[in-house]
């Protein structure tokens, strides 16, 4: 537990990774976070806001991988919110973070239950220590296929489930998001966990700032040996499902997908819907990669459950504007923050709605960081201390394309809303525009040549 004289470590880079034992100073406090193995109750739900009212500032993230994060402690509060956080005995997850899809066994679209493996890479790191030894953001994703995409989820170490000549083989891919990974091959699903667990070990030898990008085809054939097949294929591309809204999962069951707007919820609003979803009959919950929640029960349940989420302000559709935003807390949350992204993606989902129509996500970032979308988008918004940096088909802290004076950023965006309105044509998404637009064009749009 972590001592209130303890020093906190401030958000400086990307890279760090606050715990409930290790909370980290923030623009608004600090911040603890906790993930779960398992579901929880819509009524253990409840109490932890409640919690993150008590102690903190109200205020609770859903980040991008399904953690919980609690915002405006103090160490004194912090060391109370983990005492009470323990007490509730919930299956929260320690160590070296091995995540799979929350619908993983129950998901009547998945290829394989990746279940059973994460375990064994979890048991074998915790053996070895290697949690302690690796950088602090090190992850892993065994991600079996089915309703909810995981190809988004940056991870060092990747096994991706795919059907090749009607068997089941294990596609290892390392270092980013699934679309900029490295393809090192296939693995038998014997070997899968034995081959994850080599290559953090070889990590951990490197040092705390070794991560998968730095493996290389031949470093992981030289680790791996024999385990891993010759063969390499693309596997078979699946069709992704938006995390929002209803689906089917195992026989007779369903869940619903609900996400707070841009990923930041007060506590009180989420024991309001937590109460709603307990009254409804729904005893299950997981909190869900993209900043969404899943709630699990019958399709009655999870139907009202979603007509109440959309009454109040939760995001309950794909064709939300606001699920295609990716933004960070920005200021003043954050210490390292330019910009009131809430502020801005509030009036960019408003303005540029049409625009946002689910092909391409608008990034918002405080800083050069990039925290809420590691990789390249096709629109990235930035603060510097210089003004609003936009890049295009890049990440935040890349050379941008231009800078723009704060003042101007909501114009910027209604400039670029209404070039979209003069030149889209029937049946073309708003990416395909952009690209056949090209940066030059959009570049303009946004500066208006510094008119």
């Known amino acids: 537990m972590v001592a209130a004289a303890d020093p906190v470590q401030p958000f400086g880079r990307r890279g760090l990774c606050p715990a409930l034992s290790a909370p980290m100073q923030t623009g608004d406090g600090f911040l603890s976070r906790v993930a779960f193995e398992a579901d929880i109750s819509p009524r253990a739900m409840v109490t932890l806001c409640g919690l993150a009212e008590r102690h903190g500032n109200g205020l609770i993230d859903i980040t991008a991988r399904g953690s919980l994060q609690f915002r405006g402690l103090t160490p004194q509060s912090a060391c109370a919110l983990e005492k009470d956080v323990l007490a509730l005995d919930l299956p929260l997850r320690e160590g070296l973070a091995v995540e799979t899809s929350p619908l993983v066994g129950r998901d009547d679209a998945e290829i394989a239950d990746g279940r059973f493996i994460a375990e064994e890479i979890r048991k074998g790191a915790d053996a070895l220590a290697l949690h302690d030894k690796l950088a602090a953001k090190t992850s892993v994703v065994i991600d079996g296929g089915g309703h909810l995409s995981m190809g ?3 991870a060092d170490i990747r096994l991706k489930a ?9 596609q290892l891919l390392v270092g980013g998001p ?9 693995v038998e699903p014997v070997a899968a966990a034995g081959v994850v667990l080599s290559l953090l070990v070889f990590l951990a030898e490197k040092g705390s700032l070794a991560r998968g990008r730095d493996l290389d085809q031949q470093t992981v054939k030289a680790v791996c040996g024999e385990r ?3 063969r390499v294929s693309e596997g078979k591309a699946q069709t992704p499902f938006s995390p929002l809204g209803m689906m089917k999962t195992e026989e007779g069951r369903f869940a619903v997908g609900i996400a707070p707007a841009f990923g930041q919820v007060r506590g009180a609003d989420l024991a309001h819907l937590c109460k709603r979803a307990d009254t409804l009959g729904i005893k299950a919950l997981r909190p869900s990669p993209n900043h969404s929640l899943l709630f699990f029960g019958s399709s009655s349940a999870c139907e009202a459950l979603l007509k109440t989420a959309g009454a109040s302000g939760f995001v309950a559709t794909a064709g939300d504007a606001r699920s295609s935003i990716a933004v960070c807390p920005g200021a003043p949350g954050c210490a390292s923050a330019f910009l009131l992204t809430h502020e801005l993606a509030a009036f960019a989902a408003e303005e540029c709605a049409t625009l946002l129509d689910g092909s391409f996500t608008l990034h918002i970032s405080g800083c050069g960081k990039g925290c809420a979308h590691p990789a390249p988008s096709f629109l990235t918004l930035s603060g510097t201390s210089d003004g609003l940096a936009f890049s295009i088909s890049g990440r935040a802290g890349d050379p941008p394309v231009g800078i723009l004076p704060f003042e101007q950023q909501k114009a910027a965006l209604s400039r670029l809303a209404r070039l979209y309105e003069k030149e889209h044509k029937p049946g073309e998404n708003a990416a ?9 064009e959009i570049g303009a749009a946004l500066r208006q040549d510094n008119q």
Not at 162 to 170: A, N, Q, S, V
Not at 179 to 184: E, G, P, T, V, Y
């Open 228 to 230: 891993l097949l010759d």
């Open 162 to 170: 795919i059907r090749l000549e009607g068997r089941t083989f294990w």
């Open 152 to 154: 988004d989820l940056l």
């Open 432 to 440: 395909d525009l952009l690209a056949r637009l090209g940066r030059e």
């Open 178 to 186: 699934e679309s900029k990974a490295l393809n090192a091959g296939l």
